[in-house]
């Protein structure tokens, strides 16, 4: 049965008293692949670097365009048309893929895509059946196994993720995300030395894709190389300028230099492009700081500051918020509401940052304005 009417039979339904609605647009909405195998037509005219069409590397995409009997889709590493039927919504996916395997108990891809969709649902131990499921019936299942590492990194099981994205990579070397996120792996565990080659492999195999610079140029910020991340954060604005996370690495790497003008630049940079939403408190929060702890006068600006805080404060009710309206008004000389503001920061803070938002709230009760090195 066709999904759209077409043709004269929707001229036909047009003149018809009583006629169903249209089924609603795909298009922004996230799909599973029904089955292995699926092959991305390659957009006509379209450049797609750096993503690729082809067989399907992955499980999930967006739909970017809804034309009835096809859609067009992309993954971080893929864009190109397939069959309609080839898909079903993520939101209908654990259905879907439940009345197949009541079929077929020992379809892997049915396993897997399950699996991915409880993942969706925060339901991480059912997706965990289903992986582990799917590797026991095929060794081979790559990407239950990157999906079981991905499930183990998002727990902090990172020696178990490690496991599984070695085997991820072994059984599909040019696996660029295994080696992305296992070099972020390795990042969390200051192996700088694993986590570079991790991300210059991955640049290798996709060298126009802005995240693995992002990542590389973090290693040269850890390791104080400051010139290496700034070309790294650079080419990763280039290559997607609307990114925020490289504009915001690269100011924290111009006052690391003590370039304070270019690193305010950067700071406003990531606000500017920052998406909408409760995501984009991070940049504001970040911005506000700097404008009240800057050791730069001529570039430090209370007011500013304060503007910057309070919007990151009305997307975001976290501690890192609260301590950036503190610093703004001890930056302002009010150090009462900086006491104030500081101390819930202390307490809505995780055990382990309790200490710095502390040495903050000490300093505001001494009447000292905050000031980063």
Known sequence: MPRRVTGVALILASMATTASAAEPSWEG??????????KLQAPVGDDIAPKTAGTARDLTFQ?????????????????GWVAWGDTVLLTGAVAHFTAALASDPKDVHALTARGVAHASQNEPDKALADFDRAIE?????????????NLAYGRAQYDKALEDYNTVIRNDPRF??????????YYRKQDYDKALADYESAIRLV????VFYRDRGNV????????????DYTRSIELDPKYPVPWLQRGRTWAAKKEYAKALADYEGA????PKGASSALYHTNLALFLAGCPDAAVRDGKKALESAERAYA????????????????????????????????????????????????????????RFE
Request: glycine share 6%; net charge positive; aromatic share 8%.
């Open 271 to 274: 606000v500017r492009v920052a």
């Open 220 to 231: 040269a910020l850890a390791r104080k190389e400051y010139d290496e991340a700034l070309a």
């Open 63 to 79: 739909v970017v365009k809804d034309a009835g009997d096809r859609l067009r889709i992309e993954s971080r590493r893929q864009n």
């Open 137 to 149: 019936l095929d060794a081979g299942a790559t990407l239950a196994y990157y999906h079981r590492a």
């Open 176 to 185: 660029d995300w295994a080696y992305h996120v296992r070099g972020w792996i």
């Open 315 to 370: 997307l975001a009710k976290g501690p890192a918020e609260m301590a950036a309206l503190a610093a703004a008004h001890a930056e302002l000389g009010r150090f009462e509401t900086a006491v104030e503001w500081q101390t819930k920061a202390v307490e809505a803070a995780p055990a382990g940052v309790k200490p710095e938002h502390r040495d903050r709230l000490k300093l505001y009760q001494d009447r000292k304005p905050y």
């Open 29 to 38: 909405n996230a799909v599973i692949l029904t089955r292995a195998g699926v």
């Open 207 to 210: 060298p126009t894709e802005t």
